[in-house]
């Protein structure tokens, strides 16, 4: 017998208090946990994706035919998003932080020449390629995408619509105006903000792509479909020049969700094999995401973010973001440079909140389908004994007389 079988794997229940994955609904857990098993031609397979198509234009607020889940997670779709980026592509990238960082490393392995991808392969230099770098903690402004795209004049331009490492909200309606005034087609990363911020992806006529992720606003299951939606520009532009993969080709993946030729058609055709569980769970994170409301989630998100921010600043820490899902901060003076072992001594209790990916360290703190007096309790109250833990003077009853209070207020104003 092989002594390399291992006991089946248990993995504990954490709180998922970062900036991603969040809490999966419960009740796409029951419809990913009771899926038949059915093959990807089953009938109810394919009307569920069509259905889930159908949602997802609602929750996007977009007329594009060309809306759908790409299998996998955030770079899954954005890897697709980016695939119309061609050798030699004339790109203006915007970056401040981690994720749009990698954005702007996808985008240069795309437009690179061979000749500048096998200089470097990880990390190609691409000539086409401008970088604009805002620093950590700030936000891209309209006035820092218009005086670039004036002066480079590019095809396409990239930005995150919330850059989930600073924690910062980039201006949207800035970067698609510029886009529109210089007919540049806009690429937007939208992995954190679909789902938690209140927006209609038409009323961004400037931005030709966008893509998201399964597992932050959605709430759904990682791996199951990153939400992403073209325009018929962009569709156009990728019939003339094509693009080098088959998976990750959006005409092409959009026959199985019954997209062919431009148009709805009522049962998608094989592109790849669908996973009912993967269907069905996301699905269900659709349902619910309208059940709520884009608006009403929103509010909600911006609401308890307030509470948890109130809180940590009563605590000493200085919030540096503005994101609704996530408060980026650092320590009081006294706890300076010992927020990484303040994030490992959380997470090693199943307090799973995050440190920043890159420089400077920072603690983020998300509340991704956390929206609930009890939840954010929990969190302030398990944050504030690990800064005591560490020595911080935090006085805990009053901080929680003051989450109380907040939540009182607003039932008291309803
Ligand atoms: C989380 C995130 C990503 C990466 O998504 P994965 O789901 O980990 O693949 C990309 N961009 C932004 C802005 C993100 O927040």
């Excluded at 394919?46 to 996998?72: D, P, Q, W, Y």
């Excluded at 966008?210 to 939400?227: E, F, H, M, N, V």
């Excluded at 010992?338 to 090693?348: F, G, I, T, Y």
Aim: one cysteine or more; a negative charge; proline letters at 5%.
């Amino acid at each position: 017998m092989s002594n390399m079988i291992f006991a089946p794997l248990e993995i504990p229940h954490t709180l998922a208090a970062g900036p991603g994955p969040g809490n999966t609904d419960p009740r796409v857990l029951e419809r990913f946990a009771s899926a038949g098993t059915a093959d990807h031609m089953q009938p109810d397979v394919l009307r569920g994706m069509i259905e889930c198509k159908l949602m997802l234009r609602e929750v996007m607020g977009t007329s594009n035919v060309h809306t759908f889940g790409v299998a996998g997670t955030g770079w899954s779709g954005l890897d697709m998003m980016f695939s119309a980026v061609m050798p030699g592509d004339k790109v203006v990238v915007f970056a401040n932080g981690t994720f749009s960082g990698i954005d702007g490393l996808t985008v240069r392995m795309k437009a690179a020449t061979a000749d500048e991808l096998r200089a470097n392969p990880l990390d190609p230099d691409a000539a086409s390629v401008t970088l604009i770098d805002v620093p950590h903690g700030q936000s891209v402004s309209g006035e820092i995408v218009e005086a670039a795209l004036s002066e480079h004049k590019p095809k396409w331009a990239v930005m995150a619509h919330w850059e989930t490492g600073s924690g910062r909200v980039n201006d949207i309606r800035g970067f698609s105006d510029a886009c529109e005034r210089h007919g540049v087609m806009g690429l937007i990363d939208a992995v954190s903000s679909l789902g938690v911020e209140d927006f209609r992806i038409d009323d961004f006529p400037g931005v030709a792509g966008w893509a998201s992720c399964p597992q932050k606003g959605i709430c759904c299951l990682p791996l199951t479909y990153a939400p992403v939606s073209f325009t018929d520009r962009y569709i156009e532009e990728l019939r003339k020049t094509g693009c080098r993969t088959f998976v990750h080709n959006p005409i092409l993946e959009a026959r199985h969700w019954g997209i062919v030729d431009g148009q709805d058609v009522d049962k998608g055709t094989y592109h790849r094999t669908h996973s009912p569980y993967a269907v069905s769970a996301f699905h269900e994170a659709l349902r619910i995401t309208l059940q709520h409301g884009v608006r009403q989630r929103a509010r909600d998100y911006a609401f308890h973010e307030t509470a948890l921010r109130e809180a940590v600043t009563a605590m000493g820490c200085k919030v540096t973001s503005n994101m609704t899902s996530l408060v980026v901060l650092n320590l009081p003076d006294s706890l300076a440079g010992r927020e990484m072992e303040l994030v490992q001594s959380c997470r090693a209790q199943g307090f799973g909140i995050w440190p920043t990916l890159s420089e400077p360290v920072q603690v983020r703190i998300g509340i991704l389908n956390l929206l609930t007096q009890e939840a954010i309790t929990e969190i302030v109250t398990r944050f504030a004994h690990a800064m005591q833990d560490m020595g911080a003077d935090v006085d805990i009853p009053a901080i929680q007389d003051q989450l109380t209070r907040h939540f009182d207020t607003a039932i008291a104003a309803e």
